[in-house]
């Protein structure tokens, strides 16, 4: 299971890949970074993601049908939530799973990661727009997001 440097050492093979960060998107900094960042500022720009991060995660409009952010997943069937990415068994998972951010020249990729405690961080990936594959960060991404280990 890696850690955090080892999941953002796995972020920048990803095609396109320019940088990526684990940000808490409550506090807005980030627990680790690689590559460079929009502005050439890592905490600037953890500290922006987490901005649009939370005011997504907070809304109840992208939120599943039945959501609560305070229960856990207790379905043994299940123990790590939906997708089988939860962190700890029984954790409850964040209410969005990714956010893609597109400009002329890049895309964003925010990629929630389900925990043990309060799922409060995600996974920031900057891709060049004509090497990126969107469809392939969102795969990879949420893989990532399952094994990695905080703690």
């Not at 952010?69 to 790590?80: A, V, Y």
């Not at 089988?84 to 990629?111: K, M, Q, T």
Request: with cysteine; hydrophobic share 40%; net charge negative.
């Amino acid at each position: 299971m890696p850690g955090i440097d080892e999941c953002l050492l796995e972020a920048m093979r990803l095609p396109g890949a320019r940088g990526a960060a684990l940000v808490d998107w409550t506090s807005g900094l980030a627990l680790g970074s690689v590559g460079e960042f929009p502005g050439g500022d890592h905490e600037a720009a953890a500290a922006e993601a987490a901005e649009v991060a939370r005011l997504t995660a907070e809304q109840r409009a992208f939120a599943p049908d039945g959501y609560d952010r305070h229960d856990k997943n207790d379905d043994p069937e299940n123990p790590g939530g939906s997708g089988g990415h939860g962190g700890a068994g029984g954790a409850a998972d964040p209410p969005v799973e990714d956010l893609i951010i597109s400009n002329r020249d890049s895309y964003h990729v925010l990629r929630f990661v389900p925990t043990s405690f309060d799922s409060s961080v995600f996974l920031h990936v900057w891709l060049a727009r004509p090497d990126g594959n969107l469809a392939l960060a969102r795969i990879r991404l949420g893989e990532m997001a399952g094994r990695l280990v905080l703690g």
